[in-house]
């Protein structure tokens, strides 16, 4: 049996699958980031959430294949200390897209409709419809969003249908992703500058990283309307904390945040943050993808990773090169005969030459096949003869990239 090391909370149904497919489940939520190498012998797959996984892993493992991040990013991985012991690192990019862009809505409406401080009233047994009364609405609102991912786009689907005009930066993207603008009717302007300018409504969706960190400064804020309102849904570090606490006390700037800087790591503590407690600030606990729905997409998608894998295929990973490396390229046409490939790469190793990519396709009937392969290095005239002389190759074929 395959065994799994599952250490983070996942739902006790969703590991009963996994069980009944024939994995070995070890489910230890409560392990820190420096057990996990004490546990991770006899591991091939590794499933976090939260749980940071640091090098030391790697370092300790002995058949571990697979580290899964159950969610959409992969801060908590040291992602290059995987690849460089040859370990995948995949994630479940989308699952979350519906719970986030659900809450971005309810921060909006709740800062225009003033929710929480007319509950809060209530709960203390104070009627004030007067000031409550006063709400711009968001019919005819124009909403930016920056980062026109997923979530981007799940949020842009929403928003047209209180009759909010959505707008996003011009950019090269997917045409799949181009046809969902469309058809959602998304104004596409040509500069960032353009998109804060025109908003009521900025709404944040992007990845945690040096390039976003403060992202949202004092520049970008100076550019938004007074008075208007600020929703961040993606991470804390995108926002500079006391650029945004200045823009809301100079130009009544609002905002939605669900996510703070050096908010708990822990699902309870103490916090305290001027940010999150200033009147014009609608806060969250960074529950943006705590939905039901959300959580058994996600552990569905893990599922179909792990499954892949087992099957000798490897999907939504982060740590492979995005591009074929090496300078050239061997095809291969040769009959599917047992100890082909090994000669090949017995030339090669004898001419010092590293296969860096590899691919071995079989035609129908499984007569013959085609081998793809990368190297660096120069390939000689006097390997390729060689190569040409194996029994069963049919062809060979040098391209210089």
Not at 158 to 175: E, L, Y
Request: a negative charge; charged letters at 25%; proline letters at 3%.
């Amino acid at each position: 049996k395959m065994k799994i090391l599952i250490a983070d909370a996942l739902p006790e149904d969703k590991i009963e699958v996994l069980r009944q497919k024939g994995y070995e489940c070890i489910v230890e939520p409560d392990l820190t980031a420096e057990q996990i190498p004490e546990k991770i012998s006899g591991v091939e797959i590794l499933v976090v959430r939260s749980t940071k996984v640091i090098s030391e892993v790697f370092d300790k493992s002995d058949c571990l294949g697979l580290v899964v991040r159950s969610g959409a990013g992969i801060n908590p991985i040291d992602c290059q200390g995987a690849a460089d012991s040859g370990i995948y690192v995949c994630n479940v990019p989308g699952t979350n897209s519906i719970a986030v862009a659900e809450l971005a809505m309810g921060l909006i409406i709740s800062i225009d409709r003033h929710i929480p401080s007319a509950t809060a009233d209530l709960r203390e047994s104070k009627w004030n419809k007067k000031i409550y009364s006063d709400a711009e609405g968001l019919f005819g609102k124009t909403l930016g969003i920056v980062g026109l991912g997923e979530i981007g786009l799940a949020v842009a689907e929403r928003a047209r249908s209180f009759g909010i005009t959505v707008i996003a930066k011009k950019a090269q993207r997917k045409p799949e992703t181009e046809s969902r603008i469309r058809s959602n009717g998304i104004k596409l302007v040509e500069t960032l500058e353009e998109l804060i300018t025109e908003s009521d409504v900025i709404s944040i969706h992007l990845p945690s990283g040096p390039e976003t960190k403060n992202f949202v400064n004092k520049d970008f804020l100076k550019l938004m309307k007074p008075n208007s309102i600020l929703i961040n849904t993606s991470r804390g570090e995108v926002v500079d904390e006391t650029a945004l606490l200045s823009s809301i006390n100079e130009k009544n700037i609002k905002a939605g945040l669900d996510v703070f800087c050096d908010e708990p790591t822990n699902g309870t503590g103490h916090f305290s943050s001027e940010l999150a407690q200033h009147p014009n600030v609608v806060g969250t606990h960074h529950i943006g993808a705590s939905t039901q729905q959300a959580q058994n997409a996600t552990v569905e998608e893990t599922i179909r990773v792990i499954d892949a894998f087992r099957e000798g295929n490897v999907i939504n990973c982060v740590n492979i090169a995005k591009e074929r490396v090496g300078s050239s390229t061997l095809t291969i046409r040769h009959y599917d005969k047992v100890g082909v490939l090994a000669e090949v790469f017995a030339i090669l190793r004898q001419e010092e030459l590293n296969v860096e990519t590899m691919e071995n396709k079989i035609f129908e009937g499984s007569k013959a096949a085609l081998a793809i392969i990368d190297v660096s290095g120069d390939v000689s005239e006097n390997a390729l003869t060689q190569l040409r002389e194996i029994d069963h190759i049919i062809h060979v074929q040098l391209s210089n990239r």
